[in-house]
DNA sequence: ACCAGATTGTTTATGCTTAAACTATTCAAT
DNA sequence: ATTGAATAGTTTAAGCATAAACAATCTGGT
């Protein structure tokens, strides 16, 4: 019994898929939130800070940051302080622009960032191993379309 | 293969499917609180409490709310002594059992929710109104092998 | 009847998240 | 050069979420 629970037979298969969707995505990110709990004593939005700076050696301004977590400034702000307080991540000041940063692993969060991302990837594979790689790609490819919608919707609603 | 080849090589269509699939159920997530806080003035938790005791006329006790909304005890107390407050949901005494309580849609809880669910199919529907009924079927069905795996590996860790 | 262990719900401490208000700085139009 | 608007980042107050500790109650074996 879960939220998909709540599903009246008469509603249209949208909302079923959504509730499915969203049981999914939680089923599958506790998961995660456990694993970086128990075995890294971290969260998953620290997880997720170093693992946009890990793609971007020369750092990130926080604003960037912000756009590709897909959460609120205020956030970057606070979970950057305490990567920072723990040295495993750095703040270094933008040339030309004193309101800025650069945002940027240090070797030690590098060093870190790449033991955890192995462990993660395997938690991830396991999510989908009851998915052939015909199927993982054709869920991807449908969700693209949910996704390109959706932006696409933000967008109108400006 | 070495540690640091195979971590980024071997599964990277897995990774992708998930941060996709993160970014789907946000972007729709997003998109459906901002709905019930500027057209309802509630947030998506309380909509999800009242939405599971809508379809149980003679309510629920806290844990089987806890299940299926999948969030801890302590966090439906909180939820239920809001909408208490609000007079939207009513605890009622369980006879045979002083620890338990029956949680219920008020009358004015109910009406209010089915208007809140109205507006908030019309949201889900948009969400997905970019895939035709047989894709919708078909997203469905390979969550459900996701969501089905999912539950068995969490039945095993315990 | 008793007691150990399980169950039910609450409280506490901590962390993430947001919206909105705020400071500091930069930019652009005059 | 001045000034008004935009941008970068931080702070604040409120809500949601968890895990862990806790009190109250129930259950079953003796």
């Given at each position: 019994?879960?939220?998909?629970?709540r599903a009246h037979s008469e509603h249209p298969e949208a909302l079923r898929l959504w509730l499915r969707l969203l049981t999914c995505t939680q089923l599958i990110e506790k998961q995660v939130r456990n694993e970086l709990?128990?075995?890294?004593?971290?969260t998953l939005p620290?997880?997720?800070l170093m693992s946009q700076l890990e793609r971007s050696p020369d750092g990130l301004k926080m604003n960037e940051l912000s756009r590709r977590m897909?959460?609120?400034?205020?956030n970057v702000t606070g979970i950057t302080d305490q990567l920072v307080t723990e040295g495993l991540v750095e703040r270094i000041n933008v040339e030309g622009d004193r309101r800025a940063w650069r945002v940027r692993l240090t070797a030690r969060g590098r060093k870190l960032f790449n033991e955890m991302a192995q462990q993660h990837e395997d938690w991830i594979v396991d999510a989908f191993a009851a998915l052939s790689a015909k199927e993982i790609a054709q869920l991807h490819k449908l969700l693209g379309k949910v996704k390109q919608h959706s932006h696409s919707q933000m967008a109108e609603a400006e």
């Open positions: 019994m879960d939220l998909e629970a709990r128990s075995q890294f004593s971290t620290r997880f997720d897909m959460v609120t400034g205020g």
